[in-house]
């Protein structure tokens, strides 16, 4: 009998010491270890971006102002050529008949700089464009001065050498060598394929290989394009990724942003019920003034308040059961009639507010309960 008691009792034991092992291994550990694995709330996200600290790719932009620079010199690359090719020229046709001078040194560099701007300042202006496009895309119009702000973290050397060993860095390489090993693949592939063709620039006419080289060169330039432009749009969605991940929040960190944002629950629920306490009292304070108290008799109490200077009755204080009682109470106590009108009682309850008039529909009801109450004051009286 003995035996079977202890047996059963540490079979109970070792029961419970399982369920309680269960409970424990299946507790919600985030709560202690702060685990970011909540989706960034709309504050947070702003707030970031008030930082400047947004989801952007700069394969993008690099890629698209490539793409936009060789385009363009596709495109004026005969008129770049002509202007640059009759500037020279009249250069050296005149070198052996110019003096050179202040004056003449002066205009030569002027015409330099006319010149670049001519053959330049199209592509450069093709780049600032297409450069403010693409950002203005990636993320819009963003002003912040936090970027501008020293961080002394960014000069520690403790600092710098974990970011050189960060997973970010280690991306960065990563994409770096598969870029150049995408790139270096095309531009080998492309060279086998014009191996017949680079031969013959030797025995070309200037002009004609400078034509030949420029077009094999565009051509080139724009498979590379091709290319970097799938691995731009890699590179952005991994930014964004990275972005959005970087964002997350823990459960404690969402319930301290309620808190700022919202405020305290009990300390709101505080300030409503101070809020209630102080409409109580001034409600109460309103009573003594009122002409007649009408009640259900039990359950609901409204106190009305009606001189020759306003439009309609008013209703000064309202309540039920408990608090219809405490009306009766000071009514009673500063000699203010209570008459009982169940029908009246119950419409006027719901629809008006305290403050408020009756409506007109009502008029005619609470007519002859103050007709009442008036002449049961002057034969008082």
Same mark, same amino acid.
């Given at each position: 009998?003995?035996?079977?008691?202890?047996?059963i009792?540490?079979?109970?034991?070792s029961?419970?010491?399982?369920d309680?092992?269960?409970?424990?291994?299946?507790?919600?550990?985030q709560?202690?270890?702060?685990? #970011?694995?909540?989706?960034?709330?709309?504050?947070?996200?702003e707030?970031?971006?008030?930082?400047?600290?947004?989801?952007?790719?700069?394969?993008?932009?690099?890629?698209?102002?490539?793409?936009?620079?060789?385009? *363009?010199?596709?495109?004026?690359?005969?008129?770049?050529?002509?202007?640059?090719?009759?500037?020279?020229?009249?250069?050296?046709?005149?070198?052996?008949?110019?003096?050179? *001078?202040?004056?003449?040194?002066?205009?030569?560099?002027?015409?330099?700089?006319?010149?670049? /701007? #001519?053959?330049?300042?199209? %592509? /450069?202006?093709?780049?600032?464009?297409?450069?403010?496009?693409?950002?203005?895309?990636?993320?819009?119009?963003?002003?912040?001065?936090?970027?501008l702000?020293?961080?002394?973290?960014? %000069?520690?050397?403790? *600092?710098?050498?974990? $970011?050189?060993?960060?997973? $970010?860095s /280690?991306?960065?390489?990563?994409?770096?060598?598969?870029?150049?090993?995408?790139?270096?693949?095309?531009?080998?592939?492309?060279?086998?394929?014009? *191996?017949?063709?680079?031969?013959?620039?030797?025995?070309?006419?200037?002009?004609d290989?400078?034509?030949?080289?420029?077009?094999?060169?565009?051509?080139?330039?724009?498979?590379?394009?091709?290319?970097?432009?799938?691995?731009?749009?890699?590179?952005?969605?991994?930014?964004?990724?990275?972005?959005?991940?970087?964002?997350?929040?823990?459960?404690?960190? %969402?319930?301290e942003?309620?808190?700022?944002?919202?405020?305290?629950?009990?300390?709101?629920?505080?300030?409503?019920?101070k809020?209630r306490?102080i409409?109580?009292?001034?409600?109460?304070?309103?009573?003594?003034?009122?002409?007649? %108290?009408?009640?259900?008799?039990?359950?609901?109490?409204?106190?009305?308040?009606?001189? #020759?200077?306003?439009?309609?009755?008013?209703?000064?204080?309202?309540?039920?059961?408990?608090?219809?009682e405490?009306?009766?109470?000071?009514?009673?106590?500063?000699?203010?009639?209570?008459?009982e009108?169940?029908?009246?009682? $119950?419409?006027l309850?719901?629809?008006?507010?305290?403050?408020?008039?009756?409506?007109?529909?009502?008029?005619?009801?609470?007519?002859?309960?103050?007709?009442?109450?008036y $002449?049961?004051?002057?034969?008082?009286s």
């Amino acid at each position: 009998m003995v035996l079977s008691t202890i047996f059963i009792a540490s079979s109970e034991a070792s029961r419970q010491f399982k369920d309680n092992q269960y409970k424990f291994n299946t507790f919600d550990l985030q709560l202690f270890n702060g685990e #970011k694995t909540e989706d960034a709330t709309p504050k947070r996200k702003e707030e970031s971006r008030n930082k400047g600290q947004v989801a952007k790719s700069t394969e993008i932009s690099a890629v698209f102002i490539i793409m936009g620079a060789f385009y *363009t010199l596709k495109l004026l690359g005969v008129s770049i050529y002509t202007e640059l090719a009759g500037y020279m020229k009249a250069i050296f046709s005149s070198l052996a008949t110019t003096d050179f *001078t202040i004056n003449s040194i002066h205009i030569l560099f002027l015409n330099v700089i006319l010149v670049l /701007l #001519k053959t330049v300042f199209p %592509i /450069l202006l093709v780049i600032m464009v297409i450069a403010v496009a693409v950002n203005y895309m990636q993320v819009g119009v963003i002003f912040s001065t936090n970027v501008l702000m020293p961080d002394f973290n960014k %000069i520690n050397p403790l *600092t710098g050498f974990g $970011r050189l060993f960060s997973k $970010r860095s /280690l991306v960065e390489l990563v994409k770096a060598i598969f870029k150049v090993a995408i790139i270096g693949y095309f531009i080998y592939r492309f060279a086998i394929s014009q *191996t017949a063709n680079i031969p013959k620039l030797i025995s070309m006419e200037l002009i004609d290989s400078l034509k030949l080289a420029g077009s094999l060169t565009i051509d080139l330039a724009f498979q590379i394009i091709a290319v970097m432009m799938v691995l731009a749009a890699c590179d952005y969605f991994y930014q964004w990724w990275e972005h959005n991940q970087s964002l997350k929040m823990s459960k404690q960190e %969402i319930k301290e942003e309620f808190k700022q944002t919202e405020g305290n629950p009990q300390i709101k629920g505080k300030i409503k019920e101070k809020q209630r306490a102080i409409a109580m009292r001034r409600m109460m304070q309103e009573i003594p003034k009122a002409d007649v %108290i009408v009640t259900n008799p039990t359950h609901l109490a409204i106190a009305l308040k009606y001189d #020759k200077n306003m439009s309609a009755p008013v209703v000064l204080a309202k309540g039920q059961d408990f608090l219809a009682e405490r009306i009766k109470q000071v009514a009673r106590e500063n000699k203010i009639v209570v008459v009982e009108n169940k029908p009246l009682a $119950r419409a006027l309850y719901p629809v008006v507010e305290i403050g408020n008039v009756i409506p007109p529909e009502l008029y005619q009801a609470v007519a002859e309960v103050l007709a009442y109450v008036y $002449r049961l004051k002057k034969r008082l009286s």
